[in-house]
C-alpha cells in the first residue's frame, strides 16, 4: 500500500512538472522570431501587391497606347476615303464635262455637215435650173448657136422684173453670215439676221435649223422660257427639220433648267424613243440618270 502511494505521488509530481512545462510563458527569443517572420510575410504579401499594381499600370498604358494608335488610324483612313470620294466626284463631274463637250463639238460638226449638205443640194438644184434654163434658150434661137456658152460663163442679164423681184441678199449667204456670227458670240446679230431668213425665206430647207439656232441664243442667254417656245416651235412647224432631235433634246434641257423636273423627264424618255441610238438620245438617257435614278428611268 505504501509502495502504490509512493507510485501515485511521483505520477501526480510527473504530470504536474509536465503541465507547468506546458503552462510556463514562452521565452521571449521565440516570439521575437515568430513576429520577426510575421513581418516578413507582410512585407512580401506588400512587395508583390505593389508588384502587381505596378504590371496592371503598366498593361493599362499599353492599352491606352494601342487605342490611340486604333484611333489615330481609324481617323487617317477616314480621311483618306473621304480624299478619295471627294477625287472620284471630281473625275465624275470633269468625265461629265468632258462628254458634254466632245457632244457639244459633236453637234457643232454635225450642223456644219448637215448646213453643208443643204447647201450642196442647193447648188446642184440651181445647176440643174440653169441647165434647164440654157435647154429652154437653146431651143428658142435658130440653129442653136446658144449652146456653145458654158455653163459657168456670163449669159444675158435677166428681165427688169426678176431682179427687182429678188431678195437683196441670198439665203445662203445670209444664213451662212447668222451662223458665223452665233459662232462668234455676237448673239444679237445673229438672233437679227436669223429672223430675217425666217422672214424672208420660210420655205427654206434651213428654216427649221435658223429657228433652232433662236432658241440656242436664248438659251445660251438664260432666257430658258423663250428658248422653250422657240424649240417648240421647230417641233411644231419644221417636222422634218434636220435639228428635230436636237430640239427635242434642248426642249427638255430648257424645262430642268426651268425647274420642271417632272416634264422634262417625259420629255427626255421622248428623245430616247423617238430618236435611238442619236448623240441626243445618250444625252437624254444622261439626264434622266440624273433626274430619276431609279431603274425605271432608264
Given at each position: 500500500?505504501r509502495?502504490?502511494s509512493?507510485?501515485i505521488?511521483?505520477?501526480?509530481?510527473f504530470?504536474?512538472?509536465?503541465?507547468?512545462?506546458?503552462?510556463?510563458?514562452?521565452?521571449?527569443?521565440?516570439?521575437?522570431?515568430?513576429?520577426v517572420?510575421?513581418?516578413?510575410?507582410?512585407?512580401?504579401?506588400?512587395?508583390?501587391?505593389?508588384d502587381?499594381?505596378?504590371s496592371?499600370?503598366?498593361?493599362?498604358?499599353?492599352?491606352h497606347?494601342?487605342?490611340?494608335?486604333?484611333?489615330?488610324?481609324?481617323?487617317?483612313?477616314?480621311?483618306?476615303?473621304?480624299?478619295?470620294?471627294?477625287n472620284?466626284?471630281?473625275?465624275?463631274?470633269?468625265?461629265?464635262?468632258?462628254?458634254?463637250?466632245?457632244?457639244?463639238?459633236?453637234?457643232?460638226?454635225?450642223?456644219?455637215m448637215?448646213?453643208?449638205?443643204?447647201r450642196?443640194g442647193?447648188?446642184?438644184?440651181?445647176?440643174?435650173?440653169?441647165?434647164?434654163?440654157?435647154?429652154?434658150?437653146?431651143?428658142?434661137i435658130?440653129?442653136?448657136?446658144?449652146?456653145?456658152?458654158?455653163?459657168?460663163?456670163?449669159?444675158?442679164?435677166?428681165?427688169?422684173?426678176?431682179?427687182?423681184?429678188?431678195?437683196?441678199?441670198?439665203?445662203?449667204?445670209?444664213?451662212q453670215n447668222?451662223?458665223?456670227?452665233?459662232?462668234?458670240?455676237?448673239?444679237?446679230l445673229?438672233r437679227?439676221?436669223f429672223?430675217?431668213?425666217?422672214?424672208?425665206?420660210?420655205?427654206s430647207?434651213?428654216?427649221?435649223?435658223?429657228?433652232?439656232?433662236?432658241?440656242e441664243?436664248?438659251?445660251?442667254?438664260?432666257?430658258y422660257?423663250?428658248a422653250l417656245?422657240?424649240?417648240?416651235?421647230v417641233?411644231?412647224?419644221?417636222?422634218?427639220?434636220?435639228?428635230l432631235?436636237?430640239?427635242?433634246?434642248?426642249?427638255?434641257?430648257a424645262?430642268?433648267a426651268l425647274?420642271?423636273?417632272?416634264?422634262?423627264?417625259?420629255?427626255?424618255r421622248?428623245?430616247?424613243?423617238?430618236f435611238?441610238?442619236?448623240?441626243?438620245s445618250k444625252?437624254?438617257?444622261?439626264?434622266?440618270r440624273?433626274?430619276?435614278?431609279?431603274?425605271?428611268?432608264?
Amino acid at each position: 500500500m505504501r509502495i502504490r502511494s509512493m507510485a501515485i505521488v511521483v505520477a501526480a509530481v510527473f504530470f504536474g512538472a509536465m503541465i507547468g512545462q506546458l503552462l510556463a510563458p514562452q521565452p521571449a527569443s521565440g516570439v521575437s522570431r515568430e513576429i520577426v517572420e510575421l513581418q516578413q510575410s507582410v512585407a512580401q504579401l506588400l512587395q508583390g501587391q505593389q508588384d502587381l499594381r505596378s504590371s496592371l499600370e503598366q498593361k493599362l498604358t499599353e492599352l491606352h497606347t494601342l487605342v490611340g494608335q486604333s484611333l489615330d488610324s481609324q481617323n487617317r483612313l477616314s480621311t483618306e476615303m473621304a480624299a478619295l470620294q471627294k477625287n472620284m466626284q471630281d473625275a465624275q463631274a470633269n468625265a461629265g464635262a468632258k462628254v458634254d463637250t466632245l457632244a457639244t463639238q459633236s453637234q457643232g460638226l454635225s450642223d456644219n455637215m448637215q448646213d453643208l449638205q443643204a447647201r450642196v443640194g442647193k447648188v446642184s438644184q440651181q445647176v440643174s435650173d440653169v441647165q434647164n434654163l440654157l435647154q429652154s434658150i437653146d431651143a428658142k434661137i435658130p440653129g442653136g448657136t446658144a449652146t456653145a456658152t458654158p455653163t459657168g460663163s456670163a449669159s444675158a442679164p435677166p428681165p427688169s422684173g426678176a431682179a427687182s423681184a429678188a431678195p437683196p441678199i441670198s439665203s445662203d449667204t445670209l444664213y451662212q453670215n447668222a451662223l458665223r456670227d452665233y459662232n462668234s458670240g455676237r448673239y444679237d446679230l445673229s438672233r437679227q439676221e436669223f429672223s430675217d431668213f425666217l422672214k424672208n425665206f420660210p420655205d427654206s430647207d434651213l428654216a427649221g435649223n435658223s429657228q433652232f439656232y433662236l432658241g440656242e441664243i436664248d438659251f445660251s442667254q438664260a432666257n430658258y422660257q423663250d428658248a422653250l417656245a422657240a424649240y417648240d416651235m421647230v417641233l411644231v412647224n419644221y417636222p422634218k427639220s434636220y435639228k428635230l432631235a436636237a430640239a427635242s433634246l434642248k426642249k427638255g434641257e430648257a424645262m430642268m433648267a426651268l425647274g420642271q423636273k417632272a416634264s422634262a423627264i417625259r420629255q427626255f424618255r421622248s428623245v430616247v424613243s423617238r430618236f435611238p441610238g442619236t448623240d441626243e438620245s445618250k444625252r437624254a438617257e444622261s439626264h434622266l440618270r440624273q433626274l430619276a435614278p431609279s431603274p425605271a428611268a432608264h
